[in-house]
């Protein structure tokens, strides 16, 4: 970003994610003042176009928010980071009315995507639509929507109502009539990202609602969803390794064996494994930058860097989590040290779909000439 939107970051998180990251992560409650500061910084309208009020930035500059984000709140950046996917999806294919509403932060969005029957295929939806007269008729069960009792509006994938093709995409409400959640949200780790289930029952919304052609949003997906989600996803794993490993090395050179009067960090066992962590954490970083850039460029590598970033950084951040546990000792399972609370966090990405085994299969795929579907 060129202007001077990241020091105006540095202070709302300072000031208003900071002091709820333990708070939101302890009691499961939605970050709400995530929210409200990025949208009073107009980023919740970050990559919408400046036409319809919004900043026109990159799926890079978006990717750093998430980041930066991730540092002080997991959930915070995996809301920030389904937002913009859905953001991406309404600026590119969405009417000027709801571009207008998520460029001025009006609207919040998400994906609803990922269903109980095709799991990890996210490409796959069993969700049906059907045409009545000028209006569809949906009905699904989504398996997690994040943000699902907070966005404005999903992102829904369904399978198509008349046209051949695997899906097609749709703007919902959120209080659609024949919409039921099923939260709260009990998880792991990123207690208040409000990720829950979601079914749809005879849900009608009007024909207009529709992103792209009908039979498009296998397209949609790979196209436009797929690229900003692995950058953002990948923001969020970087992000919790940043923290992760500084929360670590502060420990360590801060920690004393009183009667050797030495710090843990006099150990070279410690240093060593302090070192694996910074170097995965620069490593991920590396190559993160270089997927941006084959995106943003139209490199030939491009989908390659698209299925490497997150399958990497999320194994990563498994690797920097669990070494963060190990050189802190007891005083990792501490929620003071900052530690525990991250190693949760750092769990979900590779089990997000497409889940890094997935994607392994993918990228193989890919490199051996193979078809990917």
């Known amino acids: 970003m060129q202007d001077n939107s990241f020091d105006t970051l540095d202070q709302a998180i300072a000031q208003r994610v900071d002091p ?17 500061a990025l949208r009073e910084l107009g980023l919740l309208g970050l990559i919408s176009a400046t036409e319809v009020g919004g900043k026109g930035r990159s799926l890079g500059d978006a990717a750093r928010v998430v980041e930066r984000l991730a540092r002080s709140c997991g959930s915070s950046a995996m809301v920030v980071c389904m937002h913009y996917c859905g953001a991406a999806l309404i600026e590119a294919f969405a009417d000027t009315d709801t571009r207008r509403a998520v460029a001025s932060g009006e609207m919040l969005s998400t994906l609803a995507i990922s269903e109980a029957g095709s799991r990890s295929h996210f490409w796959a939806p ?18 997690w929507i994040t943000s699902a009792n907070h966005a404005d509006v999903y992102v829904w994938s369904s399978q198509p ?19 039921a ?16 289930p979601v079914s749809a029952s005879g849900v009608r919304i009007p024909s207009s609602a529709r992103l792209g052609s009908d039979g498009a ?16 996803n990948a923001a969020a794993s970087l992000g919790l390794m940043h923290s992760i490993t500084a929360a670590a090395i502060a420990h360590c050179s801060g920690g004393r064996f009183e009667h050797l009067d030495s710090t843990l960090a006099d150990l070279p066992t410690i240093r060593a494994y302090l070192a694996r962590m ?13 997927s941006i850039a084959a995106i943003e460029g139209g490199r030939e590598d491009a989908m390659l860097r698209v299925l490497e970033i997150k399958a990497a950084a999320a194994e990563a951040a498994l690797e920097v989590a669990a070494l963060g546990m190990r050189v802190c000792g007891g005083a990792a399972y501490r929620k003071e040290v900052g530690v525990e609370r991250r190693f949760r966090d750092a769990q979900a ?14 990228i193989g795929k890919a490199i051996c000439g193979q078809e990917l579907f």
């Open 126 to 143: 069993l969700s049906t639509a059907r045409a009545d007269g000028d209006q569809v008729v949906l009905d699904a069960r989504k398996s």
């Open 349 to 362: 990405a590779s089990i997000m779909a497409p889940t890094t085994d997935v994607l392994y299969d993918f």
């Open 20 to 36: 709820q990251a333990a708070q939101v992560d302890e009691s499961g409650a939605y970050p709400t003042a995530t929210i409200e």
């Open 278 to 290: 910074q170097i995965e954490t620069d490593k991920i970083r590396v190559l993160w930058e270089d």
């Open 161 to 179: 109502v008349a046209a051949e093709g695997v899906s097609t995409l749709w703007l919902v409400p959120r209080d659609a009539k024949g919409l």
């Open 217 to 232: 949003g296998f397209d949609l997906m790979m196209g436009t969803a797929l690229p900003i989600f692995t950058l953002c």
């Open 181 to 196: 959640v099923d939260g709260p949200y009990r998880g792991l780790g990123l207690r208040g990202n409000d990720s829950a």
